[in-house]
């Protein structure tokens, strides 16, 4: 019991400390969470030596995360950006994934590990471009418009990478078809079920809740309702994200929408730094200090080709060139949503060509 409270408290006082410094420095928080977890993790300290329990809890940030998500994914707005949501917007994501999994597989890294890192990515962080446009007050100007078409697809993306990430990576590629259609077709009858639930059931069953006065009531029934989605995609052999995802979307319909966000902001920052400090346990120093050079040497061709890839997209649905040029410098980087897909999908064993190919799943996936 003591030495739990002592991890603790020096995994919060840790996470207070570099996420305060970092945003002084102007830095996003989640790179302090990161170092956190190097800090506390094997790697470093040493602190923590086994991750699973930690993992296990934070798998619910996710949870959180795509609830959230899908109560600011609007339809309407979905169709209002029509043009670049399904113009630019997949062949963005096709394009750079097919460019990533091609270049790592001629670079002799095994198919598994070419397609979770083709997925991570082709993706742009949702969350550091938003607040970056509001801060400059750029949400409705050109750029800010194609820049939020192209997320919007992308987190549409995410969501069905995460549905069928866990058959795509399976070694065995017989069954691969068969059971992605059954992954499918238990998805569509399950969008079907919290459409009607969220359309009808859910509203009447919120605005009970508000009748009662109590905000405490109307927390535990947010969650409540974001972790029964979750819960019901995962007795059905799919990611408890979908779920979450689906709930979110049927209430971002209601007008209880920003209520329930405000509500939950604070368990799924909380859960979602608990995530990412997680991610950094597994993160090894010494790797970096080996292959520092090619590390870099990555970043900057995949931020290069991701950015006159939006570039010329952009170009050919006749946007103006400081449009296209400003969109695809912001959306350029790859997203913490990676990290996401790369904890869930597996982690390689071989980090860098040379050593053996093949690939493990962490017993959290």
Known sequence: MHDALTLIVALLGTAVAAVVLFRRLGMPPILAYLLCGLA???FGFGWVNNTDGIQHLAEFGIVFLLFTLGLEFSIPRLMTLRRIVFGAGPLQVLLTGLAVFAIMQLLGFSYTLSLITACA??????????????SRGSVNTGYGRTSTGILLFQDLAAVI???????????????????????????LLLFAGIYVIGRWVLPRMLEETGRARSDEVFVMTALLLALLAAWVTHW????????????????????????IEADL?????????????????LVDPNLFADQW??????????????????????????ERSDTAMRSGL?????????????????????????QARGCWSPSWS
């Open 236 to 259: 059905l052999g799919l990611s408890m994200a979908l779920g979450a995802f689906l709930a979110g979307m049927m209430l971002g319909e209601s007008h209880f929408r920003h209520q």
């Open 293 to 318: 050079h090619w590390i870099i040497i990555a970043a900057a061709a995949l931020m290069l080709f991701k950015g006159l890839l939006i570039f010329a997209l952009l170009r050919l649905l006749k």
């Open 40 to 42: 506390a993790g094997p």
């Open 330 to 354: 912001i959306l350029s980087q790859a997203g913490e949503f990676g990290f996401v897909l790369v904890a869930l999908g597996g982690l390689p064993s071989a980090p860098y060509p040379g």
């Open 161 to 187: 990478m995460l549905v069928m990430l866990p058959i795509l990576t399976q070694e065995n590629a017989g069954p691969v078809w068969s059971l992605a259609s059954l992954t499918l077709a238990k998805s």
């Open 265 to 281: 902001r604070p368990f799924r920052d909380l859960l979602l730094g608990l995530f990412f400090i997680s991610v950094g346990m």
């Open 121 to 134: 990515l082709s993706l742009s962080s949702t969350a550091i471009v938003i607040r970056d446009l509001i």
